[in-house]
Structures are given as structure tokens and as C-alpha cells.
């Protein structure tokens, strides 16, 4: 088990309960991928929350199961072995720093390219990690999520009569599609429990600048989401599900009807989390603008600009930052 050095608190950001504190939530929209009427029910989610949890996947539980064993065996490993797979830049290993902005957090995580970028063999000196099963793991899961993805994305189209219905999976089925996976693990934090009703942050708030983000999480709670009311509410835990992510791209493409989810982890005191992201972007020079069929009579709220662009942008900034404010039209 992975443990951090107890002075490294200090350093890290502390959430304050309060009267507004996180409340646990059990409305989240849930959405049967086999139903018939889903489409309608996702549409309504990503107006209202920008988040929704899907039962009845594709994805196959050997998949799942085959890729956090890799995970754990990983992340188990001696922090001097794990080095040997980093730094991160982009691709690797990194461990407390988030993005190059000074945001850091309770966490350490591996981020892959999905167009076979990240070099495998950097797991070769971990102990009890094979390269190649890892790779193998991570491309079985990274491709059924895809295809979840894809259908979800469809799905959206066909339920805001968007024709053709491909107009978004295209950008992630797209051979040069900017999709890149990640795998956190947060490790327990024992000593948390000294902060009298206070939290750790595992990772800061912020959206995801992507088109959209599929999260897979073992049984350990830790995720929170931001109501248009300004309250942060807490996701319960589901191991055997995914959560869906409105990213940044999507609410240009819409024009704004779906928001970006605002999300943060916070630590548990007991138990590791490790979870599982795949973060569907489109190709670096494709141009990502409100589509026309949306803005039909209405003022477009964004200016036109390339994923490259957005990309760039969005990665100077902190976690916390509202990274489209440079990308609104002035009205």
C-alpha cells in the first residue's frame, strides 16, 4: 500500500464542513443504456447536472476487473520503482503534482495516450508489473469504453435531433482523436482524522476540458459534483457502473444547453481509491464551435476555436479556473 509521508499535509488544501457541507446524494440520474426512452433521459441529465451514472454497459466485467489488478499492482509498488515510469510529461507516472500550475493533490496516477504514445516499457523495472499485460488490460478497457462512448454520444444527437447522430462519436472514432485515459489511485489517509471536520483534497475541483469523461471507480466513496445551487454533493460509490462527465467541448457544441460538471475527490481516511478515466477529446486541429443546428435563432455564445487551441489554453490555467471565459462571445 502506497503511503505518503505524514509532513506532506501540511502542504496539501483542506475543504472546511460547514452548514453547506457536502450532502450525500442519492438522486444522481441513472440511466439503463437498454432502454428505449434512454436518449431522452441523458439529454435531460446533461441539462441538469452535466452527470449521470449508466447501468446495463457493455463493458465487460473481465475487462474491468483484469485492468485495476494491473492497477493495484502498480500503484503497490515501491515509490522508488514507480519513479521509474515518470515523470509524466504528458505520459507516465506522476505523483501529488496535478498539471504544471502548482494544483497538487492526495493522489498519484499513470496517464496514457489512447494512439499507443505512452512507451509501456517504462513498467518494465516495476516490481510484480508486466508490460505487456498492462498494455493488453488497458487497451481491452480503453476500447469497450470507447464504444460505450460513441453510443452514448449518439444517443445525445439522436435526443437533441441532431442529424447526422455520428456528429460526435466521429471526433473520438477519429484515428487522430486527442483521447487520453488515466488511472488514479488515492491512497488512505489516516491522519486526516486530526483536522477536526475537515477534508483533504485528493483532486481539486475543476471540469473537464474533453468532449466527454467516463469514470470507473472501485467501491471506495470520494467523488463530489457541483449543483447549479452552488452545493457540493457526494456520488455514491459503484463499482459495477460508470459516471458520465459533460466536458467542456460538449457545452461549446451545445451552446451552452449542457453544462461541464465542476467535480473534486476528497480523501478516505480508511481505504484506497483508485479509479479509471477515459477522457474522449477529439483530433487536435478539429474545430470545436456551437453546432448550427442549436443556435437556430439564437446568439452563438462561443467563439470558434480548434481543440489544439482550447488544449493549450486550458492547461496554463489552475484546476479551479473557468478555462472557457477566453473562448465567450461578448453580447
Not at 441539462?47 to 475487462?63: L, S, T
Amino acid at each position: 500500500m502506497v503511503v505518503l509521508t505524514k509532513p506532506a499535509i501540511d502542504h496539501f488544501p483542506i475543504v472546511k464542513n460547514s452548514f453547506k457541507s457536502p450532502s450525500f446524494f442519492n438522486d444522481i440520474p441513472v440511466i439503463d443504456l437498454s432502454k428505449p426512452d434512454s436518449k431522452n433521459l441523458i439529454v435531460n441529465a446533461c441539462e441538469e447536472f452535466g452527470f449521470f451514472k449508466v447501468i446495463n454497459h457493455d463493458v465487460p466485467m473481465e475487462f474491468i476487473s483484469k485492468l485495476e489488478s494491473e492497477a493495484i499492482k502498480f500503484f503497490s509498488s515501491p515509490l522508488s520503482e514507480k519513479l521509474k515510469a515518470g515523470p509524466a510529461d504528458p505520459f507516465g507516472y506522476g505523483n501529488k503534482k496535478i498539471g504544471q500550475n502548482g494544483d497538487i493533490g492526495w493522489v498519484e496516477y499513470i496517464l496514457l495516450s489512447t494512439n499507443s504514445e505512452f512507451n509501456y516499457h517504462k513498467f518494465a523495472s516495476i516490481l510484480g508489473v508486466n508490460p505487456e499485460n498492462i498494455r493488453a488490460a488497458a487497451n481491452d478497457y480503453v476500447s469497450a469504453v470507447k464504444k460505450m462512448s460513441c453510443e452514448i454520444l449518439e444517443m445525445l444527437a439522436e435526443g437533441l435531433k441532431i442529424h447526422p447522430t455520428n456528429v460526435f462519436s466521429k471526433l473520438l472514432k477519429d484515428e487522430k482523436s486527442d483521447s487520453v485515459f488515466r488511472l488514479n489511485h488515492y491512497p488512505p489517509c489516516p491522519d486526516i482524522q486530526e483536522f477536526n471536520a475537515k477534508n483533504l483534497i485528493g483532486f481539486g475541483e475543476h471540469t473537464d476540458p474533453q468532449i466527454i469523461s467516463v469514470l470507473r471507480s472501485n467501491n471506495t466513496s470520494g467523488l463530489q459534483i457541483l449543483l447549479k445551487n452552488g452545493h457540493w454533493i457526494s456520488v455514491p460509490s459503484d463499482q459495477n457502473s460508470f459516471f458520465i462527465n459533460v466536458g467542456d467541448s460538449l457545452q461549446v457544441m451545445t451552446n451552452g444547453r449542457f453544462k461541464s460538471v465542476k467535480h473534486r475527490v476528497l480523501t478516505n481516511s480508511v481505504k484506497s481509491r483508485l479509479s479509471m478515466i477515459y477522457f474522449g477529446g477529439p483530433p487536435l486541429s478539429e474545430k470545436i464551435a456551437p453546432l448550427p443546428s442549436l443556435t437556430e435563432g439564437k446568439d452563438s455564445l462561443y467563439k470558434e476555436f480548434t481543440w489544439f487551441e482550447y488544449k493549450k489554453s486550458a492547461y496554463k490555467t489552475r484546476l479551479a479556473d473557468n478555462r472557457l471565459v477566453p473562448f465567450e462571445k461578448k453580447i
